[in-house]
């Protein structure tokens, strides 16, 4: 640890191997670190040892969040202490992320019903196996848009309308009737000129978590929200920006 | 050394001011920051304590803390520091009260990663077993530093350490850890003769 030429100090050292000098100086320690090979010997070792923390602890970062998920559930369907508003904050913010992390893992068999939960999913699946059909991507066709209205109306007990997207270069290719979890759900499926294709995807569950949610998985993304008494999900291969105009436009359409 | 680890106390450093911004923010904004920082401390809180449930308890502990003091924090500095100062703060009251009789149990990791090679993987679990070896204020300042990438004048607000004070500390703790990850290496060729 000689502090000899160029006048570079330990604490140089160190903060070259942090990445903290400026351009000018790290260039002088570059270099005295040429003249002096067993210094680069040390400081090597020791910008090893960054580069390898990182690989441990972030590696180790996904399965920690899985298991503290893990615990909550345990703990809370077991024993429940006593916790503070914010222990139950960060117990369900914790789970959310634990949910995210599994679901992006493709390892979670989620216990929870709640559709918030199930709804981008299942989402996703029904658009990525009728997005790609060439000659049977829907059931009922655009050109009998108020019969297929009618009908998916009847099953999901609800008064369904089929959004207008042609300001956004969408328009309606048609829909099918689809198993969800608990019941029924409704497709609507779109296409552009360039023919990506959107599906719209709409339960008659709901859920009191009303919030927009966003998921993604092999570049098919997803958002998802739920009212009063129904659970809404668009899906596309589309960037999150267009996406979410998508959403946004079916939000305000459907909000009757 | 776990004396003069316990001797700066539990008492934040960090310079509190009310500030208006974060007067105001809502109790929305405050919960998303906050999990936000959440995968963040898990990992350092896991590094640091080398056990599930200890990280997992600190981490808990250090939110709920943070909460309660969120109407403290000057919205001027980054959040995480600051949480990693409560965090700091927490940990070493825990292992003062715990003084030297009860050690850790170190809840041994697998490392499954198929991306990885063989070659990786040992030098992983060295530095793994050769943190284990560390100090936990040698440990601490190594991932502030490698980890977090947080300046030293960072760390010497997070520690309540002098500036001069880190920069040693930091300089000895690399070396140590240098020295046992090149002795286990040793090992590992003394037992494949």
């Known amino acids: ?256 | 050394m776990n004396g003069s680890f316990c001797q700066v106390g539990y008492k934040a450093t960090w310079h509190i001011k009310n500030d208006k911004i974060a007067k105001y923010m809502t109790r929305n904004k405050w919960e998303k920051r906050l999990v936000l920082q959440m995968p963040h401390l898990l990992r350092y809180a896991k590094a640091l304590t080398r056990n599930n449930d200890m990280a997992n308890d600190l981490v808990q502990d250090c939110l709920e803390r943070a909460w309660n003091k969120r109407r403290l924090w000057n919205s001027q500095r980054t959040l995480r520091p600051w949480l990693l100062t409560i965090m700091h703060n927490i940990f070493i009251n825990q292992k003062c009260k715990q003084s030297n009789n009860q050690e850790t149990t170190l809840e041994e990791l697998t490392l499954v990663d198929e991306g990885a090679d063989a070659s990786q993987l040992v030098q992983l679990r060295d530095l793994q077993v050769a943190m284990g070896k560390l100090s936990p204020e040698y440990r601490e300042i190594i991932l502030l530093a490698g980890l977090e990438s947080l300046s030293y004048k960072e760390i010497a607000k997070v520690t309540g350490l002098p500036l001069g004070t880190v920069m040693s500390r930091l300089s000895r703790a690399r070396e140590k850890l240098r020295k046992i990850m090149n002795s286990t290496e040793t090992d590992n060729v003394v037992q494949l003769r």
Do not use: C
């Open chain 1, 1 to 256: 640890m000689k502090q000899s030429d160029l006048n570079v100090t330990e604490s140089d050292l160190q903060a070259y191997v942090d990445g903290h000098l400026e351009a000018d100086r790290a260039e002088q320690v570059t270099q005295y670190l040429e003249q002096h090979p067993e210094e680069a010997k040390r400081i090597r070792a020791y910008q090893e040892q960054n580069q390898l923390l990182h690989t441990l602890y972030e590696k180790d970062d996904l399965s920690l969040l899985k298991r503290v998920n893990e615990n909550f559930r345990k703990s809370n369907s077991a024993k429940r202490r006593p916790l503070a508003n914010l222990a139950y904050a960060t117990a369900a913010t914790w789970l959310i992320v634990g949910l995210t992390v599994g679901w992006g893992l493709n390892e979670v068999t989620s216990p929870h019903q709640d559709i918030v939960y199930t709804l981008p999913h299942t989402a996703l699946v029904a658009h990525s196996v009728f997005s790609p059909e060439v000659r049977h991507p829907v059931e009922v066709t655009a050109n009998q848009e108020a019969h297929l209205v009618k009908w998916l109306s009847k099953r999901l007990n609800r008064k369904l309308k089929t959004p207008n997207l042609n300001p956004l270069g969408y328009a309606l290719v048609g829909g099918r009737l689809l198993p969800a979890q608990n019941g029924p759900a409704a497709q609507f499926m779109y296409e552009n000129k360039n023919g990506a294709r959107l599906t719209l995807y709409i339960i008659s569950q709901s859920s009191k978590n009303t919030a927009f949610k966003f998921f993604e998985r092999n570049d098919i993304k997803v958002f998802s929200w739920a009212d009063t008494n129904m659970g809404f999900a668009i899906v596309g291969s589309i960037s999150k920006d267009q996406l979410l105009r998508a959403a946004t436009h079916v939000y305000n359409e459907l909000d009757i």
